[in-house]
């Protein structure tokens, strides 16, 4: 792919299966308004309209260990259709769950190939393999590395990312057959922690990886559910116990804007993601509007 033209365009991608979470589709739309008005091309990617209940659990279908993975193959393929003929030089992603990152990163690292570079900002790594967990949001970068379910990295990712060339930050605690796969591929990290006390590391890879262009996906899960509620550990009705063993965000919105305004001093831009919001109350406020008189859809 040539890369000599600085276009950019804005990702619209309400996916929602990758988590097994029809609120994902809500955020993603809601994301889009409270984005800045841009002049730059939009591009919606179709996915079927969720007309259920976005608090309640879906029907999980599984195709070789995976949830919705045929749905998924359809919409990743024609998020990937529509770069491949808008060929921009820099992508806006606006999820949805973090499997929204798969077609446009994949894209931008056929685009650049060694100059580029993945900044994961999230509290997990998404590593998952096949056999491990059946969400597809959850193996993400592996699969932008080349690894996992063979359908969807040989249709979807033609040049995997180098794991040197990938640093995931505001991580901690990950599941046993994670830190075995971030230790297997000597996959650089830079905790929660480190991130508040300035992310040294990640400016460190930077320059040692020497990375021209770099694509940043920001998981909001990687926020303090203390200070952000929209988020998958603030989900409503749920038994008290139900995010136990599973790594919650530390960062705050200051954190995460620091590190990505100091990081583009040091190289290009490329790609931007934002993944993973759940506006709950904005999400109860539709369902009572829905039910009142005269505001509701069969009111008179």
């Not at 929602?16 to 029809?22: C, E, R, T």
């Not at 790594?125 to 949001?137: A, E, I, L």
């Not at 993400?140 to 249709?155: E, F, P, Q, W």
Request: net charge negative; charged share 20%; hydrophobic share 40%.
């Amino acid at each position: 792919m040539s890369s000599g033209d600085n276009s950019t365009v804005r990702l619209v991608f309400p996916l929602w299966q990758g988590g097994v979470l029809p609120a994902y589709q809500f955020g993603s739309e809601l994301l889009e308004w409270l984005s800045p008005a841009t002049s730059m091309p939009v591009i919606c990617v179709p996915v079927p309209k969720f007309e259920g209940d976005f608090t309640k659990d879906v029907k999980e279908v599984e195709e070789d260990g995976l949830v919705f993975k045929p749905e998924l193959l359809t919409q990743l393929t024609a998020a990937r259709d529509e770069l491949e003929k808008n060929k921009p030089a820099k992508i806006v992603t606006l999820g949805g769950d973090c499997l929204v990152s798969l077609a446009p990163f994949a894209y931008l690292s056929e685009k650049y190939g060694e100059d580029f570079g993945i900044l994961w900002i999230d509290t997990h790594p998404d590593v998952s393999q096949p056999g491990q967990f059946n969400h597809v949001h959850a193996h993400v970068l592996g699969n932008l590395m080349g690894h996992g379910d063979n359908d969807i990295v040989s249709k979807l990712v033609a040049k995997p990312t180098g794991s040197s060339n990938v640093m995931i930050a505001g991580i901690h605690d990950p599941l046993d057959y994670e830190q075995e796969f971030l230790t297997k591929y000597n996959i650089s990290t830079c905790s929660a922690k480190e991130v508040q006390a300035g992310a040294k590391s990640v400016f460190q890879w930077i320059h040692d990886r020497n990375i021209k262009k770099l694509a940043i996906h920001i998981d909001l899960d990687v926020l303090n559910e203390a200070k952000f509620h929209s988020l998958y550990f603030s989900r409503p009705n749920v038994p008290e116990n139900a995010f136990d063993g599973i790594a919650q965000g530390e960062l705050s919105m200051l954190n995460v804007i620091n590190l990505v305004n100091q990081v583009k001093k040091d190289c290009a831009i490329v790609g931007i993601t934002i993944a993973e919001y759940l506006p709950w109350d904005a999400i109860n406020l539709k369902t009572m509007l829905q039910k009142l008189p005269l505001i509701g859809d069969d009111s008179n």
